[in-house]
């Protein structure tokens, strides 16, 4: 690289600023399959294997290609990316890789066939789906236009900009209006943290009926004067980073396991500073309340005792893998039959219920999608023995595993 004087410095911009652009993850490799420059906001689930075996088959395909080639590619994750081959006085130096970004809504549906397609743990779902749903989703159309802007950004030298300023005669202060102005300012505020206050409470008892009355009648967490007047976007997203960071208090005062409050968190940490107006920012504001209210009560241990909490986190982050009673008991050094007794009196349920009815859930999800076999499903979410399999689905759902697929279709 050297020899071929490639300006580092220079190009570390043209990073920079395609990175700050589309918010989405930006890497350089040589042309040795080494990552010299990377700026990356998402981090894959540890579930998704990663090989760089595929750098050498892009430093292939890019340096044959012309220098406004640009080139797309997905893997066997459905995560999408833009390659742009980058040259220095007409030699290869290496690539762009910029992603990945989607190019469809990741449902329920994806993210089955996702875990079906590369054999993934069931239990990584939620995680799975708080990765995906963190990626930008653009059309065709968006994906050829980025092409085209990483192309010219790689093409042309990078050129420093310089900001200029202005100075404008400011309008004399109306000491009247200011006093009304800040009257109604500690109105406004006292509302936004009263407003606040319950909606936290309704997060941390994962109330979503009661959410989504509060919400109904007071949608107004954006509607301070803005704290950065030149830049209401920036303000926006400061009032949201902070909503999150409330939220994510609330929903682990209500139980929710770590695991799902890192992901949720991550996630909107991400959207935010991604969104570019202010309508989705609005949006978003009401989406973040929302999703951690509903995890709340998806997924909420509180009224548990510590060695039930215990054990009903463990089967939720295990599902596909062998569960037993003795063998979860011993995991947290407790009596089995103390622990038996505790977990129906607590879950209403015994253990081996809970177990087979979060497993059935998540077969069906599988079944819907019509793509694998009912014995691999079976396998898939934990069950060894499909004779079982279908006698546990139809206790649960008064149908065979091949009525439920049946009944899908029509």
Request: charged share 20%; with cysteine.
């Amino acid at each position: 690289m050297e020899e071929l004087e490639f300006d580092w410095r220079h190009f570390n911009k043209t990073v920079q600023l395609l990175h700050t652009y589309t918010r989405m993850d930006t890497r350089f490799v040589d042309k040795q399959n080494r990552i010299m420059l990377q700026l990356v906001d998402h981090h894959m689930p540890p579930a998704m294997q990663q090989s760089d075996h595929v750098y050498s088959l892009i430093n292939d395909a890019m340096q044959s290609a012309e220098p406004n080639n640009f080139l797309y590619y997905i893997n066997p994750y459905g995560l999408e990316y833009i390659v742009v081959g980058v040259r220095s006085s007409q030699a290869y130096c290496g690539f762009v890789l910029t992603g990945p970004f989607l190019s469809c809504i990741p449902d329920t549906d994806f993210i089955s066939d996702i875990i079906a397609r590369n054999n993934l743990p069931v239990s990584e779902r939620k995680q799975l789906q708080e990765f995906y749903r963190s990626l930008s989703v653009i059309s065709s159309n968006d994906s050829n236009s980025l092409g085209e802007l990483i192309v010219n950004l790689c093409v042309h030298p990078h050129t420093d900009s310089q900001l200029i300023t202005a100075e404008f005669v400011q309008p004399v202060l109306d000491k009247g209006l200011q006093e009304i102005k800040i009257a109604e300012s500690k109105t406004i505020i006292e509302f936004r943290y009263e407003f606040e206050r319950i909606v936290m409470e309704a997060i941390s008892r994962g109330d979503k009926v009661e959410l989504a009355r509060i919400l109904s009648e007071g949608n107004s967490f954006l509607n301070l004067p803005d704290r950065i007047p030149e830049s209401p976007i920036r303000s926006a997203k400061n009032l949201l980073i902070t909503m999150n960071t409330l939220c994510r208090v609330a929903a682990q005062r209500g139980g929710l396991h770590p695991i799902y409050l890192h992901t949720i968190s991550e996630k909107f940490s991400i959207t935010i500073e991604r969104a570019t107006n202010l309508p989705n920012l609005k949006k978003l504001n009401i989406v973040i309340v929302q999703e951690y209210c509903n995890a709340v009560h998806a997924f909420s241990t509180r009224k548990y005792s510590v060695i039930v909490k215990n054990a009903v986190n463990y089967i939720d982050l295990n599902l596909e893998k062998p569960l037993t009673l003795q063998q979860i008991a011993a995991d947290f050094f407790v009596n089995p039959s103390h622990l038996s007794r505790k977990f129906k009196q607590e879950v209403q349920m015994t253990m081996m219920d809970y177990i087979n009815q979060k497993r059935v859930e998540e077969s069906k999800l599988h079944l819907q999608r019509g793509k694998i076999s009912i014995t691999d499903i079976a396998f898939m979410v934990g069950f060894n023995d499909l004779n079982y399999f279908t006698r546990v689905f139809k206790k649960y759902t008064s149908m065979t595993p091949s009525q439920y697929v049946k009944n899908a279709k029509s």
